[in-house]
């Protein structure tokens, strides 16, 4: 089992930047695919971006793509999601996923999730 630590979570304004953190430790050889997801009150869990391993595949939900890129430091065991022209709409509790395999954009594929962190988009 990996266990995840997010950060960087904050109150900002529409069009600010933010980047948030992930720490894995524990079995970080078994996170191939690290993920980020969001959730805001009253909506479902929603995928926002995933990067494999060495970082050579990465995807992003249509909602955040030419926003927010995904990033990882396989040496410092972290990910991290630039978050770039912040929206209202990205207001949300951001969560960090982590699968054994190769992994998609659904949450049942994910074994490993951290606590969450808070993004709020306010003016």
């Known amino acids: 089992q990996v266990q995840l630590v997010e950060s960087g979570g904050d109150l900002v304004q529409p069009g600010d930047s933010l980047r948030l953190s992930c720490v894995a430790s524990g079995r970080t050889a078994s996170a191939w695919t690290m993920s980020w997801f969001r959730q805001a009150p009253g909506k479902e869990r929603e995928f926002v971006s995933f990067?494999?391993?060495?970082?050579?595949?990465?995807y992003y939900a249509d909602s955040v793509k030419g926003r927010f890129t995904i990033s990882r430091d396989n040496a410092k065991n972290t990910v991290y999601l630039q978050m770039n022209s912040l929206k209202p709409g990205d207001t949300a509790v951001y969560y960090c996923a982590a699968a054994s395999k190769a992994g998609g954009t659904g949450a049942h594929e994910y074994e490993s999730w951290g606590q969450g962190t808070q993004v709020t988009v306010s003016s």
């Open positions: 990067i494999t391993w060495r970082g050579y595949s990465t």
